[in-house]
């Protein structure tokens, strides 16, 4: 069973949650908090292994909580649900820390597969945060690749090989090791699945 908490500040809000969770044999709702405070408090006596949290809450907001996260000694994941769309705050929110970025109009069958993903050590996004992260201008660490690694990396993401890479850009097998190992290092990520994360957060897997 997945231990779930949910955070947010509005018990009405809670209420529908919890009666979704509820309904998946897969997760137990082990507790809720009303505000950032109170979620720290029952984080190291639930320990739950997934916290469903909101941003703007009284006493202590989710960022906050985020920010003291990244000093304890905690294997939790965070998924943030939130009203907020905008780009900038989306992009601060995850460079904190959080595993996840819904926003609150989701469905409830995305919800719980953003929990499972989430607890088996992958990011999620709902379609809507995805679509506003891949708008997003290129980054530094994006300007460090050169059009030809950032086509190849967009490859990569699609689950090319490096000889099926090879054959459609018409280079050697040899050649697109040598872009790879130059991506890594230039975006410091040493796993496949990493720069696939990389490409689909940055919007070079269109």
Known sequence: MIKVMLVDDHPL?????????RMSD????????????????KL???????VLMDINMPEMNGMDVLEVVAEMDTSAKFIILSMHADREYIVRVIR???????LKDISGEEMISAIKSVYAGEKHF??????????????????????REQLILRLISLGN????????LN????????????????????????????????????
Do not use: W
């Not at 809507?128 to 201008?137: R, T, Y």
């Not at 190992?181 to 897997?205: C, F, M, P, Q």
């Open 13 to 21: 809000f809670r209420e529908g949650i919890s009666g979704r969770l």
């Open 161 to 168: 090989g490096n000889k099926k890479i090879a054959q459609e």
């Open 96 to 102: 904190m820390g959080a595993d996840g970025y819904m």
């Open 126 to 147: 709902s379609q809507e945060v995805a679509a506003i992260l891949a708008q997003q201008e290129v980054d530094k660490s994006e300007n460090k690749l050169t059009n």
């Open 26 to 41: 897969e997760i137990a709702l082990v507790g809720e908090a009303e505000n950032g405070k109170e979620a720290l408090q």
């Open 171 to 206: 280079n050697s097998v040899r050649t697109v090791e040598t872009h790879k190992r130059n991506i890594t290092k230039k975006l410091n990520i040493s796993t496949t699945s990493g720069l696939v994360r990389y490409a689909i957060e940055h919007g070079i897997d269109k």
């Open 44 to 50: 190291e006596l639930l320990k739950p292994d997934v």
